[in-house]
């Protein structure tokens, strides 16, 4: 076997595989997973209280895209006719979670961003907030719902999409800037994710002197 080349990346950029998925036929009819929780369709949100909750939700998995829009950029996307945007509520009715889709494509809808606050993982709601997905993303003139994930995901992700019913048909890979070096994200987000630009290692410690 011949061995296979490996491709340094710079201290200050990370690279994540990402894995495009796809769900060809709408799944059987089935009792939709009990939640506390509802969704509630979110009509032209400012893009300040979208970062906001998009920041709580992704910055455990470095989700950073929208934060590098302008204002006007963002809100010519997540205010498109082709976008809907549901926000997860609970039962005080705090945001705890989203879901965008694009329907931008025609016959396709994407699960955009689908996702919960770190607190509420591993307790069955990505369950319900997946069938309340699917029940959306079908519709009239749908043949093909999409979503992506990448290694840079909770570990689950990729199995839990599988689980759902869809099927993985393409693998890329993406490097950015750590977007914790570029101030998008706090210095102490994703912990997991290692990173490798002293710039940051020298934040935290400024950080953590100046709290002591």
Known sequence: MTP????????????????????RQRPPLRP????????VRWDRPSAARYRALFTRIGAPWLWF?????SEEALLAIIHA?????YV???PA??????????LGTSGECTLAYFGLIPELAGQGHGRWLMAEALTRAWRGGVTRVVVNTCTLDHPSALNFYRAQGFT??????ETFVDPRLS???????APQIPCLDSRRQATIATSASATS
């Open 81 to 85: 006719s082709t976008t809907e945007i």
């Open 168 to 173: 993985a048909t393409s693998r890329t890979v």
């Open 4 to 23: 296979v080349a490996l491709t340094a990346v710079a201290d200050d950029r990370i690279a994540t595989v990402v894995t495009t998925l796809e769900m």
């Open 65 to 69: 895209s929208r934060l590098a829009l």
């Open 88 to 90: 997860v509520a609970d």
């Open 183 to 189: 101030g998008l994200l706090p210095p102490d987000a």
């Open 32 to 39: 939709t997973p009990a939640s506390p929780l509802r969704l």
């Open 93 to 102: 009715g705090i945001e705890v979670g989203m879901l965008e889709l694009d």
